[in-house]
């Protein structure tokens, strides 16, 4: 298809909309908001050590997030582009992020409005210095009527909805070439920016995440925190064709979530960051409302299955703004096989009551 053919972000959105006459354009007038965003990170990260003029003022760094990570100079950018480019449209009632302690405040003069936007303005920034992809992810939800009604300013209770009432949610990798992946909850679309416009151009309109695969990712450096069934599986899928599996297994591991996510969009898999004994305060490494749910979205929307371990992710009512969570999404059938081993009592404890998994740790 010539390159002319293909349609924009914008004329994608607008035929969604098109199947919801009462819709009023501020969903699809925010998500074009946020394609801007991204726009402009990946301008900003493209530049590397050469730094951006346009964002110097703001490059800070070095200051630790509510998180206790150490913010990078481009996480700080980042979250600002998010700020500056989607505050002023009307269309929200406040925001929060990772790199953010509390919601933030739609300030004066601009209006608020009626849905909520969650990020993570840049995963896997730690990969940053070393080249690699990283991207941004975000969430859309509508805020409590009573918020929009009196425009009230939001709290942390506004925002911990589970992941199965998300409006849209979505990603843009910086990566070789820069992509827009989104769903508004009829299926995945997949965008490319077309450097010489400027534009997203729809270039994967029906993204699938195929049901099976051979191929998984996880950190195995924490494998000895690992709870019996993670351990299991990976056992399994390491010990190939002469395992239980009875087929070979390829691994992966880009430590950004987001290229991982795309990765199993793209080709299948299975990823996980399960909740382990690593930390008993942390029960698992990514956040479960700006990480998990939003890539949750896209990839059961994608056919995919996205879950805790024990339970499909997009149920859980959140408890906390920055909640961890326990995160295993891709093929579907591999996904459901880790929920089994969860719910089965690990077959060489099962004598041992200790040991039945399911009586020790639950959600
Ligand atoms: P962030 O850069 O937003 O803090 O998220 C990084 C996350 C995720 O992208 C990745 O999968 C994971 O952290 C890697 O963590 P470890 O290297 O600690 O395993
Ligand atoms: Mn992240
Ligand atoms: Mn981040």
Request: aromatic share 8%; glycine share 10%; charged share 25%.
């Amino acid at each position: 298809m010539p390159l002319s053919n293909r349609r924009t972000l914008t004329q994608y959105l607008i035929e969604q909309r098109r199947r919801f006459p009462q819709a009023s354009g501020e969903l699809n007038a925010l998500i074009l908001d946020v394609s801007i965003a991204c726009k402009a990170i990946a301008h900003s990260v493209a530049f590397g050590a050469l730094g951006d003029p346009s964002t110097r003022h703001i490059a800070v760094g070095g200051q630790i997030n509510v998180q206790g990570e150490e913010q990078k100079v481009l996480d700080v950018v980042s979250n600002e582009f998010f700020i500056k480019i989607t505050e002023w449209s009307g269309h929200l009632a406040g925001m929060a992020s990772e790199e953010m302690d509390k919601p933030y405040q739609i300030p004066p003069p601009y209006q608020r409005g009626k849905y909520l936007l969650v990020f993570d303005p840049l995963d896997g920034s730690s990969n940053i210095d070393v080249n690699v992809s990283v991207g941004s992810i975000f969430s859309i939800l509508r805020a409590p009527q009573d918020a929009v009604d009196s425009g009230r300013d939001l709290v942390e209770a506004d925002f911990l909805q589970p992941g199965a009432t998300q409006v849209a949610a979505g990603y843009a990798l910086y990566g070789p070439v820069t992509m827009f992946v989104l769903t508004v909850g009829s299926g995945v679309a997949g965008f490319t920016l077309d450097p010489n416009l400027g534009e997203f151009k729809l270039t994967h309109p029906d993204i699938r995440v195929p049901e099976d695969t051979h191929e998984f990712a996880i950190n195995s450096s924490n494998s000895r925190f690992w709870e019996p069934p993670v351990k299991r599986y990976v056992d399994e899928c390491l010990a190939g064709k002469t395992g239980p599996r009875g087929r070979d297994f390829n691994m992966r591991w880009i430590a950004s979530m987001v290229a991982e996510a795309h990765r199993i969009l793209m080709r299948g898999g299975v990823f996980m960051y399960p909740r382990d004994t690593k930390d008993p305060a942390k029960p698992g490494r990514l956040r479960l409302l700006y990480e998990a749910n939003p890539v949750g979205m896209l990839i059961e929307q994608a056919g995919g299955r996205a879950s805790t371990g024990r339970q499909p992710v997009l149920g859980v009512k959140p408890s906390s703004l920055h909640q961890r969570i326990g995160f295993v999404f891709g093929s579907k059938n591999e996904v459901e096989r880790i929920e089994r081993y969860h719910h089965e009592p690990a077959s060489r404890d099962a004598g041992n009551p200790l040991f039945v998994e399911r009586s020790l740790f639950r959600d």
